[in-house]
């Protein structure tokens, strides 16, 4: 489903990212969350940047997103886009169980 379900959802992607970058700059998590999924994949028309979800996913993890710590775990564990390192994403997945 939507993450903003407030609002109708957006037909076009460009009308999608520009939702999702007003929800980033009050500092809402899901959205950042969100933004990272897009950056992670070149979804939106945006270019495939792992560093940047990265990034973006460590962001919303500081602000309590369960689902940031859970996409972190899965990268730094099986080194996906980044260097592999098993004791960081076992981190970030018991974060995201508590």
């Known amino acids: 489903g939507w993450p903003f379900c ?3 959802p957006p037909t076009d992607d460009a009308s999608e990212l520009a939702m999702i970058q007003k929800r980033v700059g009050k500092g809402d998590a899901a959205a950042i969350n969100h933004l990272a999924g897009q ?3 070149g ?5 495939k940047d792992v560093p940047r979800a990265i990034e973006l996913w460590t962001k ?3 602000l309590g997103s ?3 710590h859970d996409s972190l775990g899965y990268k730094y564990y099986r080194g996906a886009g980044v260097d592999e390192d098993k004791p960081r994403g076992i981190q ?3 974060e995201a169980a508590m």
């Open 43 to 47: 979804y939106l028309g945006l270019t």
């Open 39 to 41: 950056h992670c994949f």
């Open 92 to 94: 970030h997945w018991q």
């Open 60 to 62: 919303a993890a500081e």
């Open 6 to 8: 407030r609002t109708p």
């Open 66 to 68: 369960v689902e940031a």
